[in-house]
């Protein structure tokens, strides 16, 4: 779906490591962001961007950070990962056309033991 | 702010049975809404928009400014309707605008 491939698909690391997930698009899509999913809270916008070198915070941005230094890739870092950030990571994709829908990934399942 | 409410965690039908799974909304401007599913090991992907008025899978969401909803409703459910559904909201047509999710109703259709 808009060749949207997230990695790792799975993770287990350690409370206070960093962590870096990865999400590359081949559709040269414009927007994309990226979303965590938790159970009874549906999906949490966590930072976005609208293009390279744009990006902004979503609602649950804090202990996050992100990158996008080129259109095709867009890097979501947890400086110091906690517990409570255990979730499944979505990114999703959006090109720039009028009521163009959402795209999304596979996911990514990030335990923090 | 703009709010997603699906009130039902989870809805269990029979076959053949009518199955509506209500979305309720908060948005201070005009939005667009959308329903998006997840079946079992596929990715999200988006099932049906207001804008479109359209009919999918055999499933209909009427937007109701009034009572600020957009229930999602399907007649007849199928064992292959099982999956997350999620009801979203946008502040905007245009591209870019951010979607914010409801907390998700998952469907499980019984033979």
């Known amino acids: 779906d808009a060749g949207i491939t997230q990695s790792p698909r799975h993770k287990v690391t350690e409370t206070g490591t960093p962590v870096t997930l990865r999400c590359h698009q081949t559709e040269n899509h414009r927007y994309m962001y990226w979303y965590r999913q938790d159970p009874g809270h549906g999906l949490r916008l966590i930072h976005y961007s609208y293009g390279v070198k744009d990006t902004d915070k979503g609602e649950v941005s804090d202990g996050y950070s992100v990158s996008r230094s080129k259109t095709e890739d867009f890097l979501l870092t947890l400086e110091s990962a906690t517990s409570s950030q255990t979730s499944v990571y979505f990114c999703?994709?959006?090109?720039?056309?009028?009521?163009?829908?959402?795209?999304f990934g596979n996911g990514t399942r990030l335990t923090v033991t | 702010a703009q709010r997603v409410t699906q009130p039902e965690k989870l809805l269990s039908v029979f076959k053949g049975a009518p199955v509506e799974l209500k979305c309720n909304y908060s948005y201070s401007g005009s939005p667009e809404l959308f329903w998006y599913v997840q079946y079992s090991r596929q990715r999200l992907q988006l099932l049906l928009r207001h804008i479109s008025r359209e009919s999918i899978k055999g499933f209909t969401a009427d937007l109701n400014k009034g009572e600020t909803s957009f229930h999602l409703k399907k007649p007849f459910a199928q064992e292959e309707d099982s999956a997350m559904y999620y009801c979203a909201l946008s502040g905007s047509k245009a591209a870019g605008n951010k979607l914010t999710f409801g907390g998700g109703t998952r469907v499980l259709v019984k033979p």
């Open positions: 999703a994709t959006e090109d720039s056309s009028y009521n163009s829908p959402l795209h």
